[in-house]
């Protein structure tokens, strides 16, 4: 009697039984999924249909972050991944396509359709580094000189191209600061993507005499750019920034000559020195040939910016990106201005310290000194194949 009492019982429990079993088992799956959404699975012990899905799900989900990251450092003008969203299904299969297949991990890929909407260019696909931060290279291209010829005007428009990174301050690596060795000097470089071209500007360069067999010793292939200007107006715009500085120097006429009265020049006085250019050009050729220099008029920066900066770009080998539409002349300092300076959307003008009123110079002092500069500028000419024309 009392066992058939218990018999009874027994369905219901097993019944109960297998409910629990199944709670149990929607319990592990719930928990196993939750270690999977916080990236704690990869380390967990699955069986081989649960690793397929767990893999599938990473894989997916790295895939999005790299997109992510790839859109944020390229600097698309996509606005944002939401904005590009697909239908859930038409994602699910463009995302398994792509697990079955694994990108790269040395770089990302831009999605095609960013590539082909030109929203990214093709020079720089699959080149960037996961957070685009890039690396620092020794400069490619130096701006050499010349002192008071338009160097610094020069880089300021040079660095509104996106291919150009350049150093603001003048290092001086090459005449002051050699014993500090290339690593230092590495160091003051700006960080640049594959593609984009290091440079920096010292005008003190072309007039120092172990300059060029240093460069050459750091690499032979560097280009390299002198901005050149009458020496005439050099000189007293040279002078001119001293007398700022030092305003109880003497006067340009008397620095100007060692006898004024015979009016033998004092070529070691560095304002005068300097404009010897077909003096110092020679130094250079022994270490670099002609097609490497690149000789930008001073006057030209001034009265046509965009044209002499085509001709920059194309001794770079670079885009022509800097055209008339980034200049505008302002007519109080009296030279061109940017209209958006590098990541800036104002006007930038040089400072102060550019575009300064000269002192009035003896006509008879001016004219000697034309005289003076007349045969080196005519050699300068023939060495560059190229009329400035200082002596009309």
């Keep these: 009697m009392a066992f058939s009492r218990i018999s009874k019982l027994d369905p219901p429990t097993r019944g109960i ?12 799956t719930s928990l196993f999924l939750l270690h999977c959404l916080t990236d704690r699975c990869s ?3 699955v069986s081989a249909s649960s690793g397929r899905a767990a893999g599938l799900f990473e894989d997916s989900r790295s895939l999005r972050t790299k997109r992510l990251a790839y859109e944020w450092t390229a600097g698309s003008e996509v606005t944002g991944y939401g904005s590009a969203r697909r239908s859930s299904r038409v994602l699910a299969d463009e995302r398994a396509r ?12 831009p999605p095609p359709d960013l590539v082909a909407s030109r929203k990214v260019s093709p020079r720089f696909a699959g080149k960037l580094s996961p957070l685009g931060e890039g690396s620092k290279k ?51 470089m700006p960080k640049t993507l ?7 500007k010292t005008p003190s360069y072309f007039v120092t005499r172990e300059a060029p067999a240093r460069i050459a010793a750091m690499s032979r292939d560097t280009k390299l750019i002198v901005v050149v ?22 006067s340009f006429e008397s620095l100007t000559f060692k006898n004024r009265t015979t009016g033998l020049i004092d070529t070691s006085w560095s304002a005068v020195q300097i404009g010897i250019y077909a ?69 930038h003008c040089l400072g102060k310290t550019k575009g300064r009123t000269h002192p009035n110079i003896d006509p008879e002092v001016v004219q000697r000194l034309r005289d003076f500069y007349r045969p080196f500028n005519m050699k ?13």
């Design 17 to 28: 039984f297998r409910k629990a079993a199944v709670m149990l088992c929607s319990l592990l």
């Design 43 to 45: 380390t967990s012990p």
């Design 98 to 109: 792509q697990v079955s297949k694994p990108p790269e991990e040395s770089f990302i890929l």
């Design 138 to 188: 020794l400069p490619q291209a130096l701006i050499i000189g010349v002192k008071k010829g338009g160097t610094r005007a020069l880089l300021e428009f040079l660095r509104v191209h996106p291919d150009i990174r350049a150093v603001g301050a003048e290092p001086h690596f090459f005449d002051r600061n050699y014993d500090n060795g290339l690593e230092w000097y590495r160091e003051l």
């Design 194 to 200: 594959e593609g984009q071209i290091t440079m920096e």
């Design 229 to 250: 200007r009458d020496p005439v107006t050099r000189a007293i715009s040279d002078y001119t920034q001293t007398l700022s500085k030092k305003p109880d120097i003497p």
């Design 279 to 347: 003096k110092h050009l020679d130094n250079w050729l022994q270490y670099f040939p002609m097609e490497q220099i690149l000789f930008v008029s001073g006057e030209r920066l001034i009265s046509d910016p965009a044209g002499e900066l085509g001709r920059v770009q194309d001794f770079l080998g670079l885009k022509r990106i800097i055209t008339d539409k980034h200049f505008y002349f302002n007519q109080t300092k009296g030279f061109p201005c940017l209209k958006k300076a590098e990541g800036s959307s104002k006007p």
């Design 380 to 392: 300068f000419y023939q060495m560059t194949e190229r009329f400035f024309g200082w002596d009309d």
